[in-house]
């Protein structure tokens, strides 16, 4: 039972140009997270999705930013004209059911660099 | 403003030895808390969770103590070995604060000497 894939493992942007990040929850889970880290700092909730509806997105960036899950294929969140301040680790989690209780299962992350 | 952090961010113990990595929190309607583990290149990796019902659990080599009169959280690894090396993040999730989003802490980097 495969886990959380993400990918690109690693991504190089530069200024002004898209990226997009993809994430395959685990089999069976329909309830995907998103988090930004940077470095030397802990993970900050950007957004939380359901298929084809996004729950929260109290952390995501009010511009250039984005994320969908649809109902076929991976979660993507998508950064336009990146800055080099999103340089940073985005991992994504995902899980079996909603609630403040269940267990999240995290990918390895994709590192984005912006030159 | 409302967040959980820790008090140190690197520890540094001997193979064998017990390891205690501290954690604050200031929302006091947090009532569930995980602890994980993030090596180096990876994403973090659950360890322990505890709910505010409870002032202790153990698992496998680990316990996380929860003392909610002063809002403080503790991981203890017991007989730490080289390959409990990582950042140790507690996170919390609270009641009324959006959906299931954690909130992560700075983190602890763990350095086990041989």
């Known amino acids: 039972n495969a886990g959380v894939m993400q990918n690109p493992r690693h991504l190089v942007r530069r200024r002004g140009q898209e990226a997009r990040l993809r994430c395959s929850p685990m089999k069976g889970h329909s309830h995907v997270y998103w988090y930004r880290q940077l470095p030397e700092e802990g993970l900050k909730f950007m957004v939380y999705?359901?298929?084809?509806?996004?729950?929260?997105e109290s952390g995501m960036p009010k511009e250039r930013f984005s994320a969908e899950f649809p109902k076929e294929g991976p979660s993507i969140l998508r950064i336009q004209q990146v800055v080099r301040g999103d340089s940073a680790a985005y991992f994504c989690a995902s899980s079996k059911t909603s609630g403040r209780y269940n267990e999240q299962f995290f990918g390895p992350g994709t590192r984005l660099t912006v030159l | 403003g409302e967040s959980v952090g820790l008090h140190l961010p690197t520890l540094s113990v001997q193979e064998g030895d017990n390891s205690i990595i501290n954690c604050a929190y200031s929302?006091?309607?947090?009532?569930?808390f995980i602890w994980y583990k993030q090596e180096s290149g990876k994403g973090p990796q659950f360890i322990i969770d505890?709910?505010?019902?409870?002032d202790k659990r153990q698992g496998q080599r680990v316990t996380v103590l929860l003392n909610k009169t002063v809002k403080h959280l503790s991981l203890q690894i017991a007989a730490t070995q080289p390959g409990d090396s990582a950042v140790y993040f507690c996170a919390e999730n609270s009641p009324g604060g959006g959906a299931d989003g954690l909130t992560f802490g700075k983190g602890t980097h763990l350095i086990i000497q041989p």
């Open positions: 929302n006091s309607a947090s009532d569930y």
């Open positions: 999705l359901q298929k084809e509806n996004i729950i929260d």
């Open positions: 505890i709910r505010s019902n409870m």
